[in-house]
């Protein structure tokens, strides 16, 4: 009789505890569901309907993955902010993830739709081709000020 009623209560925790995750609302990503980038860098900013229930603002568990389905996933932010700024991210598909924690107890709800981004950088010929081209700018800009500067001390 005693370990019946122990396991009853087990089963009643049990059956609380697992209905949490679905309690907790989802969040979800402001940004597009795919993004490309030159750049390397990007803003990700996230929202959360369903706030009212809880008692403290939710934090917030940003994960990353090479791919789409979270095989192996690295812990990028955790804390109350709605926004990150990723930034150094080389050539490659990123993709993102985020969830509520409920800073009482810990409990972590469901995923978001995952988002991905798309890095692509200009190649190395396209940047020393435009570095090239300014530099001759620069070097015509200032033959024009010398030669500017000497016709004037000439008239003098």
């Not at 087990?10 to 979800?28: H, K, R, S």
């Not at 389905?69 to 812990?75: I, L, N, P, V």
């Not at 081209?133 to 200032?142: C, D, K, Q, S």
């Amino acid at each position: 009789m005693k370990h019946s009623y122990y396991i009853l209560v087990f089963i009643i925790i049990f059956l609380v505890n697992a209905g949490i995750a679905d309690e907790m609302p989802q969040p979800f990503f402001d940004n597009a569901a795919e993004i490309t980038t030159r750049s390397g860098y990007q803003r990700l900013s996230w929202g959360v309907d369903g706030m009212a229930q809880m008692s403290e603002p939710p934090k917030f568990e940003l994960q990353q993955s090479l791919s789409p389905q979270f095989a192996s996933s690295a812990h990028i932010y955790s804390g109350a902010d709605r926004a990150t700024f990723l930034s150094g991210l080389k050539d490659g598909d990123y993709y993102y993830r985020v969830r509520v924690i409920d800073p009482q107890n810990n409990t972590m709800g469901p995923w978001s739709e995952s988002i991905s981004i798309k890095v692509r950088h200009h190649s190395l010929t396209l940047a020393f081709t435009l570095f090239a081209i300014g530099a001759v700018i620069l070097l015509f800009t200032v033959l024009i000020v010398v030669k500017g500067v000497r016709n004037t001390q000439i008239e003098n």
